[in-house]
């Protein structure tokens, strides 16, 4: 039996749901992991009805330090090898910086940065002994952008943090079959504007702006499988993030601010 896996954080909704079903109907097994148990066991064994591989599940709140060894320990003592790990749980705070407690912050961190260097390296060795693996780092169009006021003060931060640590993948492994793609949409149709409490705010935003998460999630795969280091969903996407390298931060704000109103306020 193929012991190979494709491992994907936050995959009980939004894009990393879509992601394991784009990679399972490409025949990848599965790992799934998030922090609702009932999800979880539904998707994985839809996942394997469906597409016929095999889909297995570890619950985990990545907020944890102790997730990433919970995860990786589940891994071993299945023998599932990953050779596809898929970063992508993630949530942003709705809140302004001193309204935030410093656990609140050290958890989102933990999440969304911590918890991506800390899985990466405990699956990288066995992807070094296979000389192949395929790393997916779920970033943002917010890693180009300067910080908005709207959804926290270390979501764009820690998104282009995220991007440095997957250009850095490259450099280091990219020679020994390991590549990193660092994917980064813009706003995409998921449950994570009313998980974090933004739902208000993304109803504002025009829809020809907004992509619905399968379209975005067959990019991201069809972009990892081809190495590429960065893949930004859509044409005016790709503008904004060339833009948001070129000009000036005081004019990307302004330009922000007409298009995403009240984040940039
Ligand atoms: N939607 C957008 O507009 C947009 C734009 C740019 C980038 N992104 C990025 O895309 C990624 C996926 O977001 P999405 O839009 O698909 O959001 P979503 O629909 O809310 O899904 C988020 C996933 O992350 C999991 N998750 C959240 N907190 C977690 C924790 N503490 N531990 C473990 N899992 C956790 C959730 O599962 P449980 O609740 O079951 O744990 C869920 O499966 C995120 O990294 C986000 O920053 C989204």
Redesign the pocket.
């Known amino acids: 039996m193929n012991k190979n896996y494709a491992l994907i954080?936050?995959?009980?909704?939004?894009?990393?749901?879509e992601i394991a079903q784009e990679l399972a109907s490409r025949g990848h097994n599965i790992l799934l992991?998030?922090?609702?148990e009932d999800?979880?066991k539904d998707i994985a064994q839809q996942l394997i009805a469906d597409h016929g591989v095999h889909a297995d599940y570890v619950v985990?709140?990545?907020?944890d330090v102790s997730?990433p060894g919970v995860i990786f320990n589940f891994c071993a003592s299945n023998e599932y090898v990953v050779n596809i790990l898929v970063n992508?749980?993630?949530?942003?705070i709705n809140k302004k910086f001193h309204e935030t407690g410093e656990e609140e912050e050290e958890?989102f961190l933990?999440?969304?940065g911590l918890?991506v260097i800390a899985l990466t390296k405990r699956f990288i060795p066995g992807m070094l002994q296979q000389k192949s693996g395929k790393i997916m780092l779920?970033?943002?169009?917010?890693a180009f952008a300067p910080p908005a006021t709207g959804w926290g003060a270390l979501?764009g931060p820690v998104?282009t943090f995220v991007n440095r640590f997957g250009d850095a993948l490259n450099l280091n492994y990219r020679s020994q079959g390991i590549t990193a793609t660092n994917v980064?949409?813009?706003?995409?149709?998921?449950?994570?504007?009313?998980?974090?409490g933004m739902q208000d705010a993304?109803d504002e935003v025009p829809s020809f702006m907004?992509k619905d998460?399968k379209t975005v999630a067959k990019g991201a795969v069809d972009a990892m499988m081809k190495g590429k280091s960065v893949w930004v969903p859509g044409a005016l996407n790709k503008m904004l993030a060339f833009l948001c390298n070129t000009l000036p931060t005081s004019l990307v704000i302004k330009m922000s601010s007409s298009l995403a109103g009240r984040r940039y306020e």
């Open positions: 954080t936050g995959s009980t909704a939004g894009i990393g749901l992991t998030a922090r609702r999800r979880l985990a709140d990545l907020g997730a992508n749980a993630g949530y942003s958890k933990r999440v969304l918890g779920v970033s943002s169009l917010a979501y998104k980064c949409p813009g706003f995409t149709v998921t449950e994570f504007h009313t998980a974090s993304m907004k998460s």
